[in-house]
């Protein structure tokens, strides 16, 4: 009855014919459908919204979008009150992300906002950068990043170029509540305020990505295979790759025409192995040494190199990003008030990188925006160096505030020519990064809850992790818990607790007397809970990676066993 009611409150509204006949269908319809596209509203959460398009509140539309940017703009026009306000929008690849970027600029130019409007698709760390090189109060990007194809989303950035954080992204939301009807929203452009971002933009992006190098060694041997995967890197990253000097780079043509539809992928997120069987296939035909993935809105990287057996070896998220720290560090200048960060989530081996090095890391919430807050936070007194997290997203220096594909694609060629040159394979530099600090396996697992039902058991199973916390998992005592919901960390032999200084957030995490790192945590854009293993050895020598690995990877399978996810 409550989806029934919505529905037909949204008829009396101010909207289109075509939309209102569209919901009478839904009315008259299954009820299974109606209830899914109005059995609530599409969340503007703190970062945005993201959800599957079509009719209805729960839906991605113009009315919804039209809504978060409606709010977002009252929001600009409170908090700089006294400043001609001006606002940065691109888009993905995605169906009907065009559209709804010129939605947006639309409604922001008749509040009075000006608008920069990428032509075309770009891919989002150049929208970050607008926002900076422009001096924005804020952009938006339309995507869903690696969602399925029936997904849209909408990102929202504020001036330093990263996106919103307390207490704006607070402030948004309660602007976006707000409005209760769609009448409110200024659908009517204001072509005057709006200004277009062509191929300039890439070239200047282009430049400052290049200054991010640290070597340049040898590049031209280097044979390395991109795909964009459908997606909005092959804008960009082919010229950047090519003005930094590799002229033996191979594109997959299959995959380089931008398609909503991702045809032949069953999802274009480089953090599957099956995204990248293209590259991989093209890479053992040209002998590439590196493999490189983006997803569709080129701010995640995959990456797989050729191993010391001659074979192409898959690395995880925190293998690459541990490479990247460690390839900084070496290759900078070091000050005292230097720093890196990652994620609660991620692999405590880039803490342990730093370390050893004597610069600072910093742990933050899952999530680039509270990387970049730090960089805000930190802004002329202490230099941040770069940052990553598990998911396969990586930020060099501070010129572009989120997650850079483009950029970390660059740096990590450069890291592998350097490898290969000095080593014979970025494979040997990670083994001497391994017998220095430990050897880390992890591993992740996401379980997919889709509608009402799913977020209730979503809700269940981090209830009775709390109520009903497991004693020993894989054969190992849990000594410690940290809720960082509570904000508390609980040591569970002496029963003393003590305060996590992070934003609360919906996070479990479990550490065992062996020194493994088990976290729970339900995503804020997806409809899933995802469960992080990171398991650490020391090095034995004489054993072989392979056999090192696998006894760690048993482990985590026995986890997986005591937690019945398998």
């Known amino acids: ?178 409005i209760d009807n769609l009448g409110d929203i200024k659908f009517e452009s204001n072509p005057a305020l709006i200004s277009r971002l062509g191929e300039e933009e890439d070239q200047r992006f282009i430049q400052k990505s290049l200054e991010q190098r640290k070597t340049k060694a040898s590049s031209s041997d280097l044979k390395v295979v991109l795909t964009s995967l459908h997606g909005t890197s092959i804008t960009t990253m082919p010229s950047l790759f090519a003005e930094a000097g590799y002229d033996n780079v191979h594109i997959v043509e299959e995959q380089a025409e931008p398609n909503g539809d991702f045809p032949t992928v069953k999802s274009p997120n480089p953090e599957e192995r099956e995204a990248l069987d293209m590259a991989l296939n093209l890479a053992d035909q040209v002998r590439a040494d590196v493999v490189i993935g983006t997803d569709p809105d080129s701010d995640r990287i995959g990456v797989a190199v050729r191993g010391n057996d001659g074979n192409m070896m898959l690395l995880n998220g925190n293998q690459t990003g541990v490479l990247l720290t460690d390839y900084l560090i070496r290759h900078t200048e070091l000050k005292p008030s230097d720093f890196i960060a990652y994620t609660i989530v991620s692999s405590d081996m880039f803490g342990a990188v730093a370390k050893a090095h004597n610069v600072d890391s910093m742990i933050c919430l899952t999530g680039f925006k509270h990387i970049a807050k730090l960089i805000r936070d930190y802004d002329g007194e202490r230099r941040f160096l770069g940052g ?38 970025v494979e040997e530099r990670l083994m001497q990064l391994y017998r220095k600090h430990g050897l880390y396996v992890e591993k992740l697992t996401s379980i997919t809850k889709k509608g009402i039902k799913g977020a209730e058991e979503i809700e269940q199973m981090m209830k009775d992790l709390r109520n009903n916390p497991p004693a020993s998992l894989g054969g190992e005592k849990i000594v410690s818990t940290a809720d960082i919901s509570t904000g508390i960390r609980t040591d569970l032999i002496t029963g003393e607790t003590e305060t996590i200084d992070l934003p609360k957030s919906n996070v479990l995490q479990f550490f065992t007397e062996a020194g493994s790192k088990i976290c729970a945590r339900p995503s804020g854009t997806e409809p899933k809970i995802k469960f992080y293993f990171s398991m650490r050895a020391e090095w034995v020598e004489g054993m072989s990676l392979e056999a090192q690995q696998k006894i760690l990877t048993d482990t985590i399978d026995r986890v997986g066993k005591d937690l019945n996810l398998v």
Request: glycine letters at 8%.
């Open 1 to 178: 009855m409550q989806a029934r009611d919505r529905a037909e409150s949204w008829l009396s509204q101010p909207i289109d014919q075509e939309f209102k006949a569209s919901i009478q269908q839904l009315i008259d319809g299954p009820e299974t459908e109606l209830i899914e596209s109005f059995y609530k509203d599409l969340e503007f959460g703190t970062g945005g919204m993201r959800g599957v398009m079509g009719v209805g509140s729960n839906r991605v539309n113009k009315y919804t979008f039209g809504m978060a940017t409606q709010g977002f703009a009252n929001y600009l026009k409170k908090s700089f009150s006294n400043e001609t306000i001006r606002i940065a929008v691109a888009h993905d690849c995605r169906h009907h992300s065009k559209e709804f970027a010129q939605l947006v600029a639309d409604i922001m130019s008749a509040n009075g906002i000006e608008v920069l409007l990428f032509n075309e698709l770009r891919p989002t760390p150049q929208l970050s950068f607008a926002v900076r090189e422009h001096n924005c109060h804020g952009g938006v990007v339309i995507t869903a990043s690696h969602n399925p194809p029936e997904y849209n989303g909408y990102k929202v950035y504020w001036n330093d170029g990263a996106q919103v954080v307390a207490p704006h992204d607070a402030g948004i939301i309660e602007e976006v509540r707000s």
């Open 388 to 425: 990553g997290e598990e998911s396969y997203g990586y930020m060099v220096g501070d010129f572009v505030r989120d997650k850079d594909a483009l950029t970390s694609a660059l740096l990590f060629a450069d890291l592998a020519s350097e490898a290969v040159s000095e080593l014979g394979s």
